[in-house]
């Protein structure tokens, strides 16, 4: 079985941009999903692809957010897109837990729920933690990159500007 692997904001919408650096919207009034994501995601879901996402929501525990605010989110984007999981830690950097990225965890775990084969599948992100989520995972990785003001990641399969031109490359390398 193969999935694609999805970081939140950023890769379904639009994150808020302050000083460079990309954080998540405040609420669902504020979510803004880019364009082109639901066509990608229904044409990954068609290529037989789960459709995993993968999320940071450290705003929880930093207590900038609330978790019910990120449920109705995610609640949204179940019901608006062919999504097969969302995955979310609501941990810090300090909480040092497995399932935050930049560490594998999360994605291990689906691996092993759904009998993954993790080299075949993909990991797309906007932030380098994201694409060293992936590495590390044994994933193909794809990189959105906006250019935002952080650090870059090491290594990556692929770089992009769009969930469309990742999708692309996914079905150009695994063709129906």
């Known amino acids: 079985?193969?999935?694609?692997?999805l970081d939140r904001d950023g890769v379904i919408n639009r994150a808020v941009v302050k000083n460079g650096r990309p954080y998540p919207p405040s609420s669902l009034?504020?979510?803004e999903i880019l364009p082109g994501v639901k066509a990608a995601l229904e044409s990954l879901h068609k290529a037989g692809y789960l459709l995993i996402v993968v999320t940071n929501q450290p705003d929880v525990a930093?207590?900038?957010a609330s978790k019910a605010t990120v449920d109705e989110i995610h609640q949204y984007m179940m019901a608006s897109f062919p999504l097969d999981k969302i995955l979310s830690c609501f941990?810090?950097?300090?909480?040092?837990?497995?399932?935050?990225k930049p560490k594998p965890g999360a994605l291990l775990n689906a691996a092993e729920e759904y009998k993954l084969d993790l080299s075949a599948c993909y990991m797309i992100g906007d932030r380098w933690r994201d694409i060293e989520s992936g590495v590390s995972a044994g994933c193909k990785t794809i990189f959105l990159d906006y250019g935002y003001s952080e650090k870059q990641p090491n290594s990556l399969d692929f770089r992009v500007r769009s969930l469309s031109e990742a999708t692309n490359i996914?079905?150009?390398e695994n063709p129906c």
């Open 62 to 64: 930093r207590g900038k």
């Open 170 to 172: 996914i079905l150009g």
């Open 91 to 100: 941990h810090d950097d300090a909480d040092q837990c497995n399932c935050r």
């Open 1 to 5: 079985m193969k999935a694609v692997f």
């Open 29 to 31: 009034d504020e979510l």
